[in-house]
């Protein structure tokens, strides 16, 4: 077996996360229902990803174990009540640009829905709807049976619709949910 030169494998890496990073910086913040965590949830996962890279088979998707990882830690983080968020009595109001406003208050409110959710749930819909994986892989995702995310995609549909109403949550949510997951005033996708 060949070896990679560790300039090759940093090379292969830093290629891969800035090509995929921002992709499951919005996944991540959507199983997370807050940026800065789910910066701190990408970062972690990126640093154990690239301890791991030299021992990947790169002709396999990294995306998947990237994708692994996200749901792993968040877990680890939810079971041992790593929370950085605590109850306030009002939401404080959000200066925001004039145009896209609405774009904005309609993601601000998806978020927030979404975070409401139990986290097996917001997994399952995102994992099936913004990351547009099929349910058996959600399945193996959640180490659970297929039925069970049947059943917590459907519970999460049904509790969305209840807080959001049906105009927000369509009858067949597709996979593109990025116009959902806008970045939070002052930022840019484009990292800036």
């Known amino acids: 077996m060949r070896r990679r030169s560790t300039e090759g494998l940093d090379a292969e890496f830093s290629a891969f996360v800035h090509r995929r990073a921002r992709h499951h910086l919005r996944t991540a913040v959507l199983l997370t229902g807050d940026w800065h965590t789910a910066e701190d ?3 972690t996962c990126l640093v154990k ?7 990947l088979d790169t002709g396999a998707d990294p995306d998947a174990y990237l994708r692994r990882m996200l749901i792993n830690t968040r877990r680890s983080w939810w079971r041992v009540g ?4 605590a109850p306030v009595a009002s939401v404080p109001d959000r200066a925001g640009e004039a145009d896209g406003q609405d774009r904005h208050a309609v993601a601000e409110a ?5 975070g409401a959710l139990p986290a097996r749930q917001r997994a399952a ?9 099929p349910e058996a892989q959600v399945a193996d995702l959640l180490g659970c049976s297929v039925g069970t995310v049947k059943t ?3 519970r999460g549909i049904r509790r969305l619709r209840e807080v959001l109403g049906d105009e927000l949550v369509p009858e067949d949510p597709g ?3 990025d116009h959902l997951v806008n970045v939070p005033p002052g930022r840019r ?3 800036g």
Not at 49 to 55: D, G, K, M, T
Not at 82 to 85: H, L, V
């Open 110 to 114: 998806v978020r927030q829905a979404l």
């Open 125 to 133: 819909l995102v994992l099936r709807f913004f990351e547009d994986l």
């Open 41 to 43: 949830l990408v970062q």
């Open 175 to 177: 996979p593109d949910l």
């Open 49 to 55: 990803l690239y301890r791991a890279w030299p021992r």
């Open 82 to 85: 790593w929370r950085r968020e």
């Open 152 to 154: 917590h995609t459907h």
């Open 189 to 191: 996708r484009d990292g």
